[in-house]
Nanobody, 121 residues
Framework: QVQLVESGGGLVQPGGSLRLSCAAS????????MAWYRQAPGKQRELVAR???????NYVDSVRGRFTISKDNAKNTVYLQMNSLKPDDTAVYYC???????????????WGQGTQVTVSS
């Protein structure tokens, strides 16, 4: 079973930057979409950014212009560069791969364990 391992979270002051990484422990037959979600205390998990296999990106309005999602196909890794961070960005961030393990299997969702991002002075 392939696992997603996240890194890069932490405590940062408002206006600061962080870069999250999410790497797959093995290989997929194909990856349709890579994405980052976040969940703040008392709130539902929300989609932050996504990138398709073709490289098309989408962002939630609240982060557009501040966050950038990118990927390295050779490393099965997705990144989230977060700039101009605000206290409202505080949440646990989860990576998600919408992917197929083999040609015999259907497309499934794979999730990372989550990494805490805290924006506070």
């Amino acid at each position: 079973q392939v696992q997603l391992v996240e890194s890069g979270g932490g405590l940062v002051q408002p206006g600061g930057s962080l870069r999250l990484s999410c790497a797959a422990s093995g290989s997929f037959f194909s990856i349709v979409v890579m994405a980052w979600y976040r969940q703040a205390p008392g709130k539902q998990r929300e989609l932050v950014a996504r990138i398709t296999s073709a490289g098309s990106t989408n962002y939630v309005d609240s982060v557009r212009g501040r966050f950038t999602i990118s990927k390295d196909n050779a490393k099965n890794t997705v990144y989230l560069q977060m700039n101009s961070l605000k206290p409202d960005d505080t949440a646990v961030y989860y990576c998600n791969f919408n992917a197929r393990l083999s040609w015999l299997l259907g497309i499934e969702d794979y999730w990372g364990q989550g990494t805490q991002v805290t924006v506070s002075s």
